[in-house]
């Protein structure tokens, strides 16, 4: 994989390792989930199945939750990109002549970008103001046409519902059906983020009709919907953000945030970036995985991290998204590992065209596994 991506990647990864990040490897919560729960399998089936299947209807949740936002009287703003969104809260703020905003920065607002922009329009980022403050909402609940807020300081909880002005923007796919699911969803994700047991500072708002128009709401698609066409996919869209898959990930704890240049890091990241962003910017996060599996033990959506990054990495190849060089040591191994013959060929061969193949592409030198000098069938034979 020769893009610039990809180099500049390997180089951050290479400093990383050298920096040898202090990450916290520390992920047991068996004592907590017990607490919790009877079966903490059966609770992360029961959320996983649960967010898929709104995930799967995610149309029909935005139409029944733009009804009943709307009908207090509110209207929600969508955008499909972020040069729209951006576009809108310029216009918004120029409206109603608001030069200061209280930004909270939470994962999809840093995903924006949003603090840089304003900045850059001369909209003055003040952590003091109640005039206009920009909050991300956990979820959108459809029945009730209410936001799901989770705030990380009392002080936060106080800015947000002072505010004269309250800009919520929200990702697509962070939408539910009805009140009663959040407890469960809460308890999963508190469990895996902090090790604890309940979200402390929550609340649920619906806002009032005839409130002066001082809440809008932008919803965002931002990439989801290339996520969504993709059948398999779509469960990527369930992860709940709990960065449990990173804490077991061998490789996320060498080298940590940093080379993926990105809000999202870590085993999700790799899944999803390359249909946020480019696939050509973005296809080589597909490839720095061992599919060791770890992940997809932890992940309390029961997301299959691993068989996504497969797919992933079939769908590159398909779409010849790889460079020749690569498409051709896929071809090349694909036709030894497939065929009994050639796997029972003499060592020689094998360490050979592992040489070819795979050494000279080594990032980081290190010796190649040692070949058996007898396959499975063969010592088999030989009982
Ligand atoms: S993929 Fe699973 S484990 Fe990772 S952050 Fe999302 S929900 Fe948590």
């Known amino acids: ?14 400093k990383a390792i050298e920096k040898n990040n202090d990450i916290d490897v520390s992920f047991n919560i068996d004592d907590i989930s017990l607490k919790n729960f009877k079966s903490y399998s059966y609770a992360k089936k029961k959320a996983a199945n649960l967010r898929q299947k709104y995930i799967n209807n995610i149309d029909e949740l935005l139409v029944l939750f733009d009804k009943n936002f709307s009908e207090k009287g509110n209207e929600i703003n969508w955008a499909i990109e972020y040069d729209t969104l951006i576009e809108d809260i ?22 924006l970008g949003l603090v840089k922009n304003l900045k850059q329009e001369d909209i003055n980022i003040s952590s003091e103001s109640k005039k206009c403050v920009i ?45 009663e699911d959040i407890e469960l969803l809460s308890q999963l994700y508190s469990i895996n983020k902090n090790k604890t047991d309940y979200l402390s500072l929550t609340t649920i708002y619906t806002p009032k009709i005839n409130n002066e128009n001082n809440v809008e709401l932008f919803i965002v698609d931002n990439g ?4 969504l066409e993709l059948k398999e996919h779509r469960k990527a869209l369930t992860c709940i953000d709990c960065d449990a898959c990173k804490k077991v990930c061998p490789i996320y704890l060498m080298i940590g945030d940093e080379p993926y240049n990105n809000v999202f890091s870590g085993p999700i990241a790799n899944v999803i970036l390359p249909f946020l962003e480019t696939v050509d910017g973005c296809k080589h996060l597909s490839f720095n995985c061992i599919l060791c599996g770890n992940c997809v033990k932890v992940c309390p959506m029961n997301i299959p991290i691993t068989d996504l990054i497969i797919a992933n990495r079939n769908i590159f190849f398909e779409n010849r998204n790889m460079d020749f060089n690569e498409r051709y040591k896929v071809k090349v191994l694909k036709k030894y ?37 007898s396959t499975f069938s063969q010592i088999k034979s030989q009982k």
């Open 1 to 14: 994989m020769e893009t610039n991506e990809y180099k500049f990647f390997i180089s951050d990864c290479k």
């Open 224 to 227: 989801r919907t290339n996520l």
């Open 337 to 373: 590992l497939i065929d009994r013959k050639k796997l029972s060929n003499k060592i020689w061969k094998k360490e050979l065209l592992m040489k070819f193949l795979v050494k000279r592409k080594l990032t980081i030198p290190r010796p190649l596994p040692v070949f058996s000098k």
């Open 90 to 111: 310029l216009k918004l703020l120029r409206e109603k002549k608001i030069k200061e905003v209280n930004i909270f920065e939470n994962k999809f607002v840093e995903e």
């Open 135 to 179: 909050f991300e909402p956990k979820y959108a609940i459809s029945q009730t046409g209410s936001l799901f807020l989770d705030f990380k300081s009392a002080l936060e909880m106080d800015f947000v519902m002072e505010a004269e002005l309250k800009i919520f923007i929200l990702p697509i796919n962070n939408i539910l059906k009805s009140i």
